[in-house]
């Protein structure tokens, strides 16, 4: 018998679309987050440490080497140089038969992006990682689907017959890859997944705005998500592209719906604070959860497609984008909607929990800093968690771990983690190549992190 919760009829996916909340009478105002639910740093020696201090000696090599490029004109080159290497069909420069080629992937770019190639090193990276002191992991499959029709047959039917058959093969590899990334995880570590990872047929009804999966790709998405519930762990569903957008929404509003329920928190919609629309979109998210009686989880972006969206429809500065994105975080930590509408602000407040994803290191001390000040004077708010990608962003992270440098023992912190990709050396150079490509204008800003590091590699060597 099937754990599934039933689905809801497209009228009830639509209903999103009406901003004005309606306060439910069955639905009675969930408990706020208390001062004893949050993590409280205890006083150590180790506090008074510099936060970049718990970084082994080669992974702040490593990140000093990378973020000095990233953050100068050798970026260019050196991803024009990573691109040559994942296009061409050269054995010799294909880390998938050429062994130095991969050991010399292996030993700089990818040790130091990539969480490992097999379930035993995952689990080794994601230990080191709680070892540091990060309460937990986000991890995703670094292989993307990729469909190729069979050029010499021309026989129509046969070509669609082919064509279908290639299409449940993709997402079949998606979901069998999915299940595997899921038990390299730990209870309240996240799986992170792309709707697109299924490949041309999720692609397709994507695009077409399909409110409702094909069938196929709806019974892989069910089995994910009751894998992950079963193990107590949770999944996150990232955002694309605006074209996709939508859907993505709709779908994942339909999973939030159903599987976070009863108290139990199981998936995440990701929000990008870039777009115009993000203050009315996480409207319509509370509004929903709070007229349908469901846990909301969000982990909010600034974005990472504005080479490819539709320009207009993104904030017309960095600035802007930056208000935007605080502003959604001061409003779910105050437990506010996010748009000052009367009606609105009056209903009950649902359940809702924040992941705080982002390099900005300005944003995410704000972020903690209300969250503490909040449960310190005794305001209601609403769990916290904080992450960044591995090999991105370590002094922000650090800085985290080591209470925000407060000084201050017994302050209530946020849930630290780190975003990871595990897959093979060639898997994961088209998945870093793409992100890359994706965030290149992020990487150019790295250079804080670059300084960072030289202050940590200058306070070792003379210390």
């Known amino acids: 018998m099937s754990l599934v919760p039933k689905r809801p009829g497209i009228v009830s996916l639509l209903a999103g679309k009406q901003l004005r909340c309606q306060v439910s009478t069955l639905n009675t105002t969930p408990p706020t987050h208390r001062p004893q639910d949050a993590i409280i740093s205890q006083p150590s020696p180790s506090s008074k440490k510099a936060p970049l201090s718990v970084l082994p000696t080669g992974a702040l090599i490593r990140s000093l080497l990378f973020t000095s490029i990233m953050s100068s004109p050798l970026l260019n080159p050196c991803l024009a140089i990573m691109k040559y290497v994942v296009d061409s069909n050269s054995p010799l420069l294909n880390p998938s038969k050429n062994p130095l080629i991969d050991y010399l992937l292996r030993k700089t770019i990818y040790n130091h992006f ?94 077409q705005g399909d409110l409702v999966p094909p069938p196929s790709i709806a019974q892989a998405i ?13 999944l996150w569903i990232d955002a694309e ?30 929000i990008q604070a870039y777009l115009k629309s993000s203050s009315e979109n996480v409207h319509r998210h509370l509004c929903l ?15 990472a497609y504005i080479a490819h969206d539709i320009r207009s429809r993104i904030h017309d500065t960095k600035a802007d984008t930056d208000n935007s994105y605080d502003h959604i975080v001061e409003s779910l930590l105050s437990r506010k909607f996010p748009l000052k509408v009367a009606a609105d602000n009056a209903a009950a407040f649902p359940d809702v929990r924040l992941f705080v994803a982002s ?8 972020a903690s800093a209300l969250y503490r000040q909040r449960i310190n004077n005794g305001q ?36 630290v983690f780190k975003c990871l990709a595990w897959g093979t050396t060639e898997e994961c150079l088209h998945f870093l190549l793409r992100r890359a490509i994706e965030n290149k204008s992020a990487l150019e800003r790295t250079k804080d992190t670059a300084v960072a590091m030289r202050r940590e590699a200058w306070r070792r060597l003379w210390w």
């Open 380 to 415: 209601p708010t609403i769990p916290l968690e904080i992450g960044q990608l591995q090999g991105m962003a370590d002094e922000v992270s650090c800085e985290l771990l080591a209470g925000n440098s407060t000084g201050q023992s017994e302050m209530p912190t946020p849930g």
């Open 241 to 270: 592209q605006q074209v996709f957008q939508p859907a993505i929404d709709a779908w994942t509003i339909d999973l939030m719906r159903r599987f976070n329920r009863n108290g139990q928190i199981v998936v995440y919609n990701t």
């Open 114 to 207: 990539c969480a490992g190639t097999n379930e035993d090193e995952v689990r080794k990276t994601v230990q080191d990682m709680k070892s540091l002191g990060f309460k937990g992991v986000i991890l995703g499959y670094a292989r993307e689907s990729i469909a190729k029709a069979d050029e010499n047959d021309n026989s129509s039917f046969h070509a669609e017959k082919s064509q279908l058959a290639i299409q449940d093969q993709a997402v079949e590899e998606w979901r069998q890859g999915n299940l595997r990334t899921l038990k390299m995880i730990g209870a309240g570590d996240f799986l992170g997944i792309k709707f697109t990872g299924a490949g041309p047929k999720a692609v397709a009804a994507l695009s």
């Open 222 to 234: 069910d089995e994910i998500c009751e894998a992950t519930a079963s193990q107590n762990s949770r």
């Open 289 to 303: 959860a709070q007229k349908q009686g469901w846990t909301l989880g969000i982990k909010l972006v600034r974005g």
């Open 359 to 366: 390099h900005n290191a300005e944003s995410v001390r704000k």
